[in-house]
């Protein structure tokens, strides 16, 4: 998913515009829009830009940029003959951040290849700004393939996990 995003404030609290656009991702919207004050934002889901203009400056044209797209090609190539199949489902990072399979160095990981799992049960977690994100299973299913990793950075929308859905 890209977003477009148009602000026109430079008072912008980027941890608020972060959880506007995970609240936008995980939801059926496809366009958001917000204004307090003088700062605007728009978020959606079937625009390939971003679009950023300042307050007070609306004499030159917003600086148009296209969003960056960032994937393993390692894990890109190893999932797309799979995903051809109608009862595998991959589960994405919803952010940028660090994969751990378990919740301590310690502990057990949270499943293995072969477990068996329903929506909401908890498969990893991705630490962003050391924050914990627990990441969950929206599919109930078997887990096929761990496509990441533990302890290494992944992108945001980056396949982690192939499941083979019942």
Do not use: W
Not at 31 to 36: K, N, Q
Not at 76 to 85: D, G, I, M, Q, Y
């Amino acid at each position: 998913m890209s977003n477009e995003l148009k602000i026109k404030s430079n008072g912008m609290d980027i941890n608020l515009l972060k959880k506007l656009i995970k609240l936008v991702e995980q939801s059926e919207i496809t366009d958001f829009e917000v204004a307090e004050g003088d700062l605007k934002v728009k978020i959606s889901k079937n625009l390939n830009q971003v679009q950023i203009q300042s307050a007070g400056d609306y004499s030159r044209q917003p600086v148009v940029m296209q969003a960056p797209v960032f994937q393993d090609t390692e894990s890109k190539t190893a999932a797309a003959p799979a995903v051809t199949s109608s009862k595998l489902h991959e589960v994405k990072s919803p952010i940028v951040g660090t994969f751990y399979r378990a919740p301590a160095p310690d502990a057990d990981p949270y499943i293995q290849v072969g477990d068996v799992v329903s929506a909401g049960s908890v498969l990893c977690i991705v630490e962003a700004m050391k924050l914990m994100n627990e990441i969950e299973c929206d599919v109930s299913g078997k887990i096929v393939k761990i496509l990441v990793e533990n302890a290494t950075p992944v992108e945001y929308n980056q396949p982690l996990f192939l499941i083979e859905t019942v």
